[in-house]
């Protein structure tokens, strides 16, 4: 387990060597986001009183709208509205949670994030969390919505970054203040992500108990390329429900 409140150097790389171990025996990239959060759920933990530090936990994903199935599209459109969404337009998709409701450990129980929308820089600036995630990662929301092919090597290959809002309540980055924040006493949103080989952004938020500083969140940073390292050999096998069920082998 690791103390959030002493998280150190030597918990960093415990940590990052489960995380790039994930993709063992997985057979699709929810498989190992499940695996992601489930373990920073579980080991995460307050130092002062061995509680679970973290609330929850969420691994999100960019993903064309064309690919999603029907649940998401049609989340997507509600979403929209009355505009039509292009079949290439990015989606901020939950792939995976793990939290302390029952509800909170599936993404297909999700009311509000189960595949947000990205058709424009407009409308992610009305999403803080989101736009901020973004800023925080290095990166320009043009980048996400219309990955430019020609600089996609150079920033698949440099960005590993952080996201923290150290004190949570009453930040307008964590809008959720009076139904999430105040009732599960959130203290510390922070999170770690990167880009893909497809130029799809992948992050993993988690929302904390117990109060993180901008230094601890910094030892985060190596955990985006230890989970980038599992998820990679899945870009093109996402979600769980693609997958053909598995047969038994028979001996001949």
Not at 30 to 41: F, G, M, P, S, W
Request: glycine share 6%; hydrophobic share 40%; aromatic share 8%.
């Amino acid at each position: 387990m690791y103390d959030i409140r002493r998280f150190n150097l030597s918990d960093m790389t415990a940590c990052g060597a489960v995380l790039r171990k994930l993709a063992a025996n997985a057979r699709s990239m929810e498989d190992v986001a499940n695996k992601a959060v489930r373990h920073l759920y579980d080991e995460m933990v307050d130092g002062a009183t061995g509680q679970r530090a973290m609330s929850q936990v969420r691994f999100f994903k960019t993903h064309p709208y064309k690919n999603l199935d029907e649940e998401l599209r049609l989340f997507c459109n509600g979403v929209l509205g009355d505009t039509r969404a292009p079949a290439d337009m990015k989606c901020l998709t939950l792939l995976a949670s793990a939290g302390e409701e029952p509800e909170w450990n599936s993404r297909h129980n999700s009311k509000g994030h189960k595949a947000i929308p990205l058709p424009s820089e407009e409308l992610i600036l009305q999403f803080p969390m989101i736009s901020n995630l973004v800023k925080q990662l290095g990166l320009e929301i043009n980048s996400i919505i219309s990955p430019d092919p020609s600089c996609l090597s150079d920033i698949e290959q440099t960005t590993y970054n952080v996201f923290c809002v150290p004190e949570t309540p009453g930040s307008p980055y964590v809008p959720a203040q009076d139904d999430f924040v105040i009732p599960y006493d959130i203290k510390s949103t922070v999170g770690f992500g990167g880009i893909l080989p497809s130029g799809n952004l992948y992050a993993i938020i988690m929302f904390s108990k117990v109060p993180i500083s901008r230094e601890t969140a910094e030892l985060l940073k190596p955990l985006a390329l230890a989970v980038k390292v599992s998820v990679l050999p899945f870009e093109h096998t996402v979600f769980q429900e693609n997958l053909e069920p598995c047969r038994p082998h028979h001996a001949t």
